[in-house]
């Protein structure tokens, strides 16, 4: 029963949410497991130019350090807001969902280039925290009990709390520019006067993940209508 329970709520998880998270899990138990090391997941370019270990492309965003505070604390707020952009102004728009996720991963890869990050999940997170923080503006916020502020303010308090914490604030920083880009081209210049949206989804994403509308006026073909032929003259069933 518990089990039929878990597996229920895992997958009414969006299936996005539930695919990262879940990599994520996935990859960090491999490591504690010692199946594979972080040398075979960091990013490096090198590497990949030049020995094809492509796979550093992914799984670069996929490790969190070992299972402890930091693992936790990302991977709460992660899942959190990933589930909370899915299902809130991204519901229904599976496939631009997804190609937030790409657009955001290749501009954070090349800025990630620069700045010399060998793993970029953290800054991945802070980018979807800021795209929702700017998305619901009048969300109050409470950190830990001690802080009370609006949402947009929420990947800054982070970004403070990391430096507390010891952390380099590159990563905070790096994710909060992606998330900023994003949310520049998709949400603020398209209503600019001359502004236009540069941020298209390729229609082969949307054929992958975006079920088609149905189309009001389409007459199905007798043996696809429900029921099958209608032999003969009687009612046809939804009519």
Not at 75 to 96: P, Q
Not at 152 to 176: A, E, R
Request: charged share 15%; with cysteine; proline share 6%.
């Amino acid at each position: 029963m518990a089990y039929q329970t878990i597996r229920q709520e895992y997958l009414e998880i969006p299936v996005v949410t539930r695919a990262y998270t879940t990599a994520c899990v996935l990859t960090t138990a491999a490591v504690q497991l010692e199946l594979i090391t972080p040398f075979q997941l960091y990013f490096n370019p090198d590497l990949i130019l030049r020995n094809y270990q492509v796979w550093r492309l992914i799984t670069n965003f996929l490790f969190f350090g070992p299972v402890g505070f930091n693992f936790l604390f990302n991977m709460i707020f992660l899942y959190r807001y990933c589930r909370m952009l899915e299902e809130g102004s991204f519901r229904g728009r599976t496939a631009d969902f997804v190609f937030m996720f790409l657009f955001g991963g290749l501009l954070m890869t090349i800025f990630g280039t620069f700045v010399n990050l060998v793993f970029l999940g953290q800054a991945f997170t802070i980018m979807l925290v800021y795209i929702w923080s700017r998305r619901n503006p009048s969300v109050r916020m409470n950190f830990f009990g001690l802080l009370n502020f609006q949402a947009p303010f929420l990947p800054w308090v982070l970004m403070g709390f990391s430096l507390l914490l010891g952390n380099s604030i590159i990563v905070d920083l790096l994710g909060i520019a992606v998330g900023h880009v994003y949310y520049f081209l998709e949400d603020v210049f398209p209503n600019q006067p001359g502004g236009g949206r540069w941020l298209r989804t390729p229609s082969f994403l949307k054929m992958l993940f975006d079920t088609p509308e149905e189309d009001a006026n389409y007459d199905p073909l007798p043996e696809d209508r429900p029921g099958g032929f209608a032999w003969g003259e009687g009612q046809r069933l939804g009519g």
